[in-house]
């Protein structure tokens, strides 16, 4: 490593979600769409087909991206769809869930929970988007504390509510 060199990179100091998306390039473009994001890197794969990595931008957050490459897996899909449905959520915070939501939707992601005001203060909406990944979005709309949201989340159960 040079002296220049710097162990990690300018703005790549966070967790950095790195998702398997077939075709990728499609996902790129749904991202921008739904989501504004800004395409950074695209690094096609020596197949000339598929796309071995790429980075975009949504907010100040990076996401790194690569198609699906099940012969580097012994065999297996490493996307949503090929192993049928994901435990990860991406959770964003926007200035307007509701416009974040309807962007979404308007570009292709499916609603799996509509925008309501929640327990624990925030307004909050998940989408699942068309390869497969779940994206949650929250308007902090009030502080609460931990006692409050404590009480808040009793009360929607006991009403039948979820979260």
């Keep these: 490593m040079s002296k220049s060199t710097q162990p990690i990179p300018p703005g790549m100091d966070k967790l950095i ?12 473009a749904f991202y921008k769409k739904a989501f504004g994001a800004e395409e950074i890197v695209r690094m096609p794969a020596p197949d000339g087909k598929r796309i071995m990595h790429a980075q975009i931008r ?36 926007v200035e307007n869930c509701d416009a974040a939501i309807k962007r979404a939707q308007d570009a292709g992601a499916m609603v799996l929970m509509p925008p309501a005001d929640m327990f624990w203060g925030d307004r909050y909406a998940v989408v699942k ?32 509510g979820n979260c």
Excluded: R
């Design 58 to 93: 949504i907010g100040t957050s990076f996401v790194f991206l690569v198609d699906d490459f099940p012969e580097y897996n012994q065999g297996k899909s490493e996307t949503p769809t090929g192993l049928k449905g994901t435990p990860v959520t991406l959770h964003h915070y």
């Design 17 to 28: 979600p790195h998702l398997a998306c077939s075709p990728c390039s499609e996902a790129i």
């Design 129 to 160: 988007d068309p390869f497969g990944h779940k994206w949650s979005f929250a308007t902090h709309l009030q502080d609460l504390t931990p006692e409050q949201m404590v009480a808040g989340m009793n009360a929607a159960f006991a009403e039948g």
